[in-house]
Each structure stands twice: as C-alpha cells, then as structure tokens.
C-alpha cells in the first residue's frame, strides 16, 4: 500500500531579525528545512541554495539507490556553498543546516546535519527523530550536562556540523511511515523558545498541517521569536489528498536569491560537465562516495564511540567562523576568531584585533563576562561590541568611570585614574 503525504509549511522573519535565513520545500515526495548561517547575507543564500538544490528530489525515489541520490543532491548543494565563498572571501562562514526526508510512499529516508529538528507524533507519543550536530548535544552525550541545562546553555547554538563545511557528514535514517503520523520539521527557532511539551499538545490537537503549522508559528512569535521561525507539519495519510501545490518558503523564496542560486548551481553544474568531457575526475570523485559510504557506516559508528574526536574534527571548522571579544594574554580587551572555551581540551581561538584597553578598567560585572567571552553574532557585531566596550567617551557604562575620564584625555587627569591605568 502506498501512502501519501498531506503538508504545510511556513517560514516566519520572527520578531527580532532583519531578514529571514531559514528556507524550506514542502513537496508530495520531499520534504526539507535548512537554517542558513553568516554574516553578509550569506546565511540566506546558503539555506536558499541548498534547498533550492535538493528540492530536485520531490520525486518518486529511485528503490534502489535512494540513499546515494540523497546523498549526492546534498553534496551539489555543499559544493555550491563553497563555491560561493571562493568567489567571495567575505562569505566566508556562511552554512546551513539542512533536514530533509525523501517519501517512498512506505519509507522516509532522512538526511540530517546541524540542529535543524525532525519530530514525530505517533498515537499520541511525541519524539524527536533528530539529533542535534551542537556543542551542548556533545555535553549531554558526555553526561557532563543535562537536557535541560543545554536548553538555557549559552552556546546552545552553536553548532559542530553545517553544510558549508569542507568535510561534510550528514547523518541518514530510514524510518517507516506508519497512517496517522504526524512529522515536524523546523529550525530552533521554534524548537528554542517554544518547549518540547507545548509542540507535543499542538500536534496532537491540531485538526490539520495547516492549523498547527500557524499555531506553532503564533507560539514563537509570542514568545518573542528572537530568530527565525520555520514550521513543516506533514501528515502520513492513506488516502490520496488531492491536489496540493509544492511549497516554497523563507530565503529560497527570494527572487534575488534564486537569481544567484541558478548562476551558482549552473557553474556548478558546467565545471562537471567540462570534467565529463574530460574523461577524468570531478565526477569520478563525486562518485567515489558511494564505494565509500559503507567505510561512512563505520566511520559513523566510530564517531560515536569517540565522542572527543568529533568534536576536534567537527567543530574546528565552525569555530573559525565564530567571533567573540575576550581578554588578551597581555589583559587587554580583544577580538578573537573562534571559542571562548576548550572543545574536547583544544583551544580554538584566535587574536584578530587587540584595543590595547586594559580588561582590568571594565566594571566587575563586564571584565567578569569578558574573561569567559563576549559571543558575538559574526565579526560585525563582535566589532560594534569591542567598540562599545573601549569607547572613551564618558558616560561608558562598561568601564568603571574614572578610566572613563582617563582614556578621554580630560585635561585634568585624577590620580586615582591613573592608578586605574597603570599595571
Ligand atoms: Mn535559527
């Protein structure tokens, strides 16, 4: 018997964004989320060019080589991410996350990287079919932290795996469709400020895909939606649901990012096929994965096994993209590239720009945040953060005020001020 597929989705800006970075495909076959990443506007045309890449998918699947079809539309788009960033240094750091599940009218075949969540409500139990490719995941795998605790983590979005990145292992399930599942798909910024239970009772109650995609929407927007918000609900039904169009939302929506995306993915798409007439190969080494996908299987399980070393290999790569204002080794208030932590006992952080102001002038509560790090949303907002910290102007409410005074070259310069200078 084969089943079929009764769909909405929305793609929300939320409350506090400027634009919106999450896309998303609703399709009969195939169904995906991607929360896109960077500064530059980079995040968006990485999530628009991912799905507008896999979105070729919403098809009948191929019985035989579904998982390597899946595999290599998320590779294209990976490839295409990357590419977009040799063309442009100043992209450097966009990715996104991406979970998708291809319907074979009895079987979903999920692809899964980032902290994009898939949820599924099955007679009235509620499970996340997911798991999240981020720092406090990892802690929680390591018992050092509890669930709730990574809920309230300050870097619980900070993500160890995203496409974009030149290594890219995304992780594939098969799960059965059963009539009456109910799957979530959405960004964290419904699964952030929305809690697990409030999710549950709204798919549980909902009369249709569409009535609990608005309502869960609504949830985050009256949570005050502090990122963007991407709901998916899609029904598994037995009956045919008539017609119903593919849908198209968020970032990949934007004519302008399309516009890109086409050119994108069609040099990428010539250079395969200037590689084809030559014989060799780019696409022999896009092929190669599929004899390797079975060493992935082990590699899979090996990275389970040794949590420490995905968390080396995984989350380099994304801390060079992350930006904070910390202390320097000399005291002073700077901007680091990477993690204002040891991952697994690496440091990752790198000096980009040191004030020369002493941390030791900022008021207790500031040099305290400063000494554990300043996360910043990108290098523009790190930079805007290290300026408001070290402005000499007056009335700086991060330094304590008679350096204030100090540093604004008052001409009369108090004594205690001095001290506050000097080592
Ligand atoms: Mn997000």
Known sequence: MSLHLRYAAISDRGVVRQGNQDSVFAGSHFIAVADGMGGMAAGDLASAIVINTVARLDVPPPPDSVVDELADAVADANRAIRRCVADDP????????????????EWFNLVHIGDSRAYRMREGGFEQITVDDTYVQMLVDEGRITAEEAERHPQRSLLLRALGASEVEPA?????????????????????????????????????????????????????????????IADVVAEEPGEQRQIIGGAAADARLAESDTAVLRAVRDEEEAAEEDGESETEELRQPKARRK??????????????????????????????????????????????????????????????????????SVEAELEAGRTADGREDAEDDLAALTDPAAGNENLDPLCVTAADGAESVPAAAKDCRDD
């Not at 100043?90 to 009218?105: I, P, R």
């Not at 799960?175 to 809690?195: F, N, Q």
């Not at 109650?205 to 939606?225: F, H, I, N, R």
């Open 295 to 364: 060493g992935r299987v082990w590699r899979t399980v090996l990275a389970c096994l040794i949590v420490l070393a995905l968390a080396a290999g995984g989350g380099m790569w994304w801390a060079r993209t992350q930006y904070f204002v910390g202390v320097s080794d000399e005291g002073n208030i700077s901007l680091f590239r990477g993690l204002p932590f040891e991952v697994a006992g690496y440091r990752a952080a790198w000096i980009e720009v040191d004030s020369g102001r002493p941390a030791e002038d900022a008021v207790d």
């Open 172 to 232: 594939f399930q098969t799960i059965k469709g059963v009539v009456g599942d109910r799957l979530l798909l959405c960004s964290d910024g419904l699964s952030g400020p929305v809690a697990d239970a409030d999710i549950a009772r709204t798919l549980q109650t909902a009369a249709s895909p569409q009535e609990a995609a608005e309502s869960l929407v609504q949830q985050a927007l009256d949570a005050g939606a502090p990122d963007n918000v991407t709901v998916l």
């Open 90 to 105: 100043q992209k450097e750091g966009m990715g996104t996350t991406l979970t998708a599940l291809w319907f074979d009218g």
